[in-house]
């Protein structure tokens, strides 16, 4: 049987959040420390620890079957290899890493529009996504390819404007520049590869993609019990998010009082809780759910 062979960042900001997840899906890895592989030692999957932008590459090379990268990465590179979306399959959303591709600006220098930019030159490690951004807008400009502290390029005087990720916008402002225009947002997501797998393999990949997919509702979802008025059931699974029917079981005793249980697939707020309370509701309980398979 094929083993199959999925990629993460090595070492950055997608790292542990990445590997954290596999071995959530229960893959035990024997991790080796300055190696770029690890082996799967309770199936048969194999780690690559590589460069994020490597990522993209690697899967539509066939070398890989599954990688996490963000979607700027990811979509970098099949601009940059003019190759169609449908060969990096997007399996799963991971809901961290998020950033966005900013257009940025001196402080001192004012902007109208992105036309503004005629003629100018932009510094950015990502030219494939500035580049369709500035042909979005009919835009010409010089783009300034750097591979890293893209900020500091315009007091360096090798550009007038940069595009750069850009999460919190910390690094933006220490460096006097202006957010002035979105190009892409982005999160880490779970690509497929185009490597044909045999039917053992691509069934452990379908079967890990759907782990994932658990981990994810798992980590929203709470398991909510509670004693309520019996009249106000349904009420009551009306209020809580994402309420699947709730389980209802008499209280010894209390001919007009139940216990209800709910999983809530979505997050659960003080603010409903109070609302419960407001209905009746007592002893409310809101317990994390471990595991989850629908
Ligand atoms: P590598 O050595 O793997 O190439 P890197 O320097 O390119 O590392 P990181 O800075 O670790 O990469 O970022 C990896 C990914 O994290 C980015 O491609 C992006 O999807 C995401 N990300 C989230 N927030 C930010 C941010 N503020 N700045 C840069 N990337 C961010
Ligand atoms: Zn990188």
Not at 27 to 45: H, T
Not at 105 to 110: D, F
Not at 183 to 204: F, H, I, N, P, W
């Amino acid at each position: 049987m094929t083993r199959l062979k999925i990629a993460i960042q090595k070492s950055g900001r997608l790292s542990d959040q990445s590997l954290e997840l596999l071995e959530n899906c229960g893959i035990q890895f024997a991790r080796s420390k300055d190696k770029l592989f690890w082996y799967g030692r309770n199936l048969p999957v194999d780690l690559l620890l590589i460069r994020d932008d490597d990522i993209p590459r690697l899967l539509l090379d066939g070398v890989c079957d599954l990688g996490i990268c963000g979607e700027n990465v990811a979509r970098e590179c099949l601009l940059d290899r003019q190759r169609s979306e449908a060969e990096l399959t997007p399996e799963v959303a991971l809901g961290f890493g998020f950033c966005r591709l900013c257009l940025a600006l001196p402080e001192t220098v004012s902007f109208d529009a992105v036309s503004s930019l005629d003629g100018r030159r932009i510094a950015t490690s990502y030219p494939a996504l500035t580049q369709e951004y500035l042909r979005k807008h009919a835009v010409s400009a010089e783009i300034v390819e750097l591979s890293g502290a893209v900020e500091i390029a315009p007091s360096m005087g090798t550009a007038d404007a940069i595009v750069d990720l850009v999460s919190t916008g910390t690094t933006l402002r220490a460096n006097q520049l202006r957010e002035v225009a979105l190009v892409m947002e982005s999160q880490a997501v779970l690509y497929s590869g185009t490597r044909r797998l045999d039917d053992e393999a691509g069934k452990l990949r379908a079967l890990l993609i759907k782990r994932i997919v658990g981990i994810l509702q798992a980590r929203d979802s709470k398991y909510v019990m509670m004693h309520a008025p019996k009249a106000a059931v349904d009420a009551i699974a009306d209020i809580l998010p994402g309420a699947e029917s709730p389980t209802v079981l008499s209280l010894e005793g209390q001919p007009d009082k139940v216990a209800v249980h709910m999983l809530c697939t979505e997050t659960v707020f003080w603010e409903h809780l109070e609302e419960l309370k407001a209905m009746g509701a007592t002893a409310i309980l809101v317990l994390p759910v471990e595991k989850m398979l629908t």
